[in-house]
């Protein structure tokens, strides 16, 4: 059944709600005199335009502001969603996304497209939350027959990763980096290691 805007964002405060603790743990950084709380964490269901984001066929999408980087946004494209399955597996992978944003602010590729980084380090950088959100937001559990859970979250990846530049090298760059990358126990997350 087909999710409702009103539905959506009632199960996404919820969520956001369970997980805030852990978000600011990982992405906070107190100061010693109680100081400022790094990064805030916004989820919002709204229907998605055509191009939104560039492939246009995301369930969900996690952006930073343009002026204030350090404000987190998920976007759940509830128009986009076949049911409430779907938006609890997006909301698991763009909740990956938005922690491994704040490790990565400082040492990744990933905020840097345009700059002067090569287009391989950026698309490793990449590959690898993808390889990451997949591992976690439980669509790979049960892999469709015929498939082990590996190829299930390399075939995910390579979704996400079909926009340019990382298109024509999608595979490789996730070949390259999935030992680093894959998380297999969940409960047990590392840190974004690159
Ligand atoms: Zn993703």
Redesign the pocket.
Known sequence: MRVTQTECQRKANDFLSENWREFSKHCGNWGTFGGDFDYDLRITCKACERNEPENGRASGFTSCEEKNNKNIFIIICVNRLADLNELDRTLR?EYQ?SKDICSCKQKCKITSQGSNEKDKDYCEDRAC??IR?YSVDGGCDNPPPGKTKEQCIKDGAKR?LNTDPCKEIAERVIDAVWEECYIQDPTNRPPFPR
């Open positions: 992978h996304h939350m993808e959100a996400s």
